[in-house]
């Protein structure tokens, strides 16, 4: 098992920045990629960003070059710095782990945080 608690959701005008974390606790041996998943109201959950064991990293198109996804020793903590925000990043953001590797889809992470809401104004 695998707890994942996240933190640093807000609010922010558009063109703004946010960090997200989260910490990681229980079997983190076990996992070896972890990533940052957002959904919209009326949308499917979607990756975002995904980081694997090796420091390996993945970026959806529409958040490259603007967000950067890093993670703390011994898979304890995943980070999400977001710049340059747009108000089509508005939703909530969850971190998840996967203890498999080269994975990107919602059902191939096995353990969710709880979320924390990121809101971008315009």
């Known amino acids: 098992q695998v707890q994942l608690v996240e933190s640093g959701g807000g609010s922010v005008q558009a063109g703004g920045s946010l960090r997200l974390s989260c910490a990681a606790s229980?079997?983190?041996?076990?996992?070896?990629?972890m990533g940052w998943f957002r959904q919209a109201p009326g949308k499917q959950r979607e990756a975002v960003a995904i980081i694997d064991r090796s420091g390996n990293t993945r970026y959806a198109i529409s958040v490259k070059g603007r967000f950067t996804i890093s993670k703390g020793n011994a898979q304890s903590a995943l980070y999400l710095q977001m710049n340059s925000l747009k108000p089509e990043d508005t939703a909530e953001y969850y971190c998840?782990?996967?203890?498999?590797?080269?994975?990107?889809?919602?059902?191939?992470?096995?353990?969710w945080g709880q979320g924390t809401q990121v809101t971008v104004s315009s």
């Open positions: 998840a782990t996967s203890r498999g590797g080269g994975v990107w889809y919602s059902q191939q992470f096995s353990y």
């Open positions: 229980g079997d983190t041996n076990i996992v070896n990629t």
